[in-house]
């Protein structure tokens, strides 16, 4: 077999998951025998029906787990697997149009890759209208979407969702994926869709990431002890330094300067002088060219998201962090 998708199942019922399952049944020019899909019950007792299960012109082979987090949960996908590529996706989410497993054939058989991060669209709502858009997400490492990995790549080289990390778990796996080949593809012709949901905490909460960047940071810290671990230290000292300065505009935007946020901001920044400390060699050893661009690229980056100057110099907030908390 070709691929395989991989879908961890939680909570999500036969009607939440038909559509992505639809999306891989109206599929041209490929051949359904290539294709599979393992899906896997994270220890719920919300069972995808047989009759739902039974209606593909593709294999589905299912399979119940004790409950332990959406990272073991996909990790128990990929021990299930056997196909020559593998393709996570959510339960929630499908294939955007009936080309896209064309595409990503095609991207297969034209030269072998280790990895493949392809452009995905994002359905989300106007805040003021709840009007449905469309948005291009381009190739990025934050979301498990759009990517392929060819299963004995990551079998050979042990990489795996780390168990620990529930929330903003994504980059650990694919940073590390990216980090140990240089055999990767990037498609700009999307293929996934990451679906809307009403109920998806992430998406229409607005105080989401203030309340999870501390998570993000754990998702961090492990990502950059797993590089250093692995002797990829020039790695581990480029993402640790983004990290650093990710931080620092992150509390320069409006949200984490309104007075109301404040607990956020101190528990958020209580977690970041752990994660400064802990890398701070890595951060002062860097070329300054280095990190000049990567704080052209990220300032570029939260200006567009609304940040219009800094509040606090860097050294500063440094200095803030180190001697007041």
């Known amino acids: 077999m070709k691929l395989q998708i991989l879908v961890p199942q939680y909570k999500e019922t036969d009607e939440i998951v038909k559509p992505l399952l639809d999306s891989i049944a109206i599929q041209q020019n490929v051949d359904f025998d290539e294709i599979g899909v393992v899906i896997v019950n994270d220890g719920t007792d919300i069972h995808l029906s047989d009759e739902l299960l039974n209606s593909y012109p593709f294999e589905i082979k299912y399979y119940m787990n004790e409950h332990k987090g959406v990272s073991a949960t996909r990790n128990a996908c990929l021990d299930y697997a056997e196909a020559d590529y593998v393709m996570f996706c959510d339960a929630d989410d499908m294939f955007y149009s009936a080309c896209g497993l ?119 810290t492990a990502l950059v002890t797993e590089l250093l671990d692995r002797r990829k230290e020039k790695d581990a000292q480029m993402y640790a330094t983004q990290m650093i300065f990710d931080a620092y505009f992150t509390m320069n935007k409006k949200e984490w ?69």
């Open 257 to 325: 300067i309104d007075q109301e946020n404040q607990d956020f901001r101190l528990m958020t920044e209580k977690r970041f002088k752990k994660f400064y400390l802990d890398f701070k060699n890595l951060f002062e050893q860097i070329d300054e060219i280095e990190k000049n661009q990567l704080i052209v690229s990220i300032k570029n980056r939260f200006y567009q998201e609304g940040m219009f100057m800094e509040s606090i110099t860097f050294n500063d907030w440094i200095k803030h962090i180190e001697n007041d908390l």
């Open 102 to 220: 064309w595409i990503l054939f095609r991207e297969m058989n034209i030269g072998q890759f280790d990895t493949l991060v392809s452009w995905f669209l994002e359905e989300t709502r106007m805040p003021e209208t709840n009007e449905v858009i469309y948005v291009d997400h381009r190739i990025d490492s934050t979301f498990v979407h759009g990517k392929v990995h060819r299963r004995k790549y990551l079998i050979n080289n042990n990489i795996r969702w780390n168990e620990n990390l529930t929330i903003h778990e994504d980059s650990y796996f694919n940073i590390l994926c990216q980090k140990m080949t240089d055999e990767i593809k990037y498609c700009q012709n999307p293929f996934y869709l990451w679906k809307w949901r009403d109920d998806s905490v992430c998406r229409h909460d607005p105080k989401y990431i203030l309340k999870t960047y501390n998570n993000m940071l754990d998702s961090s």
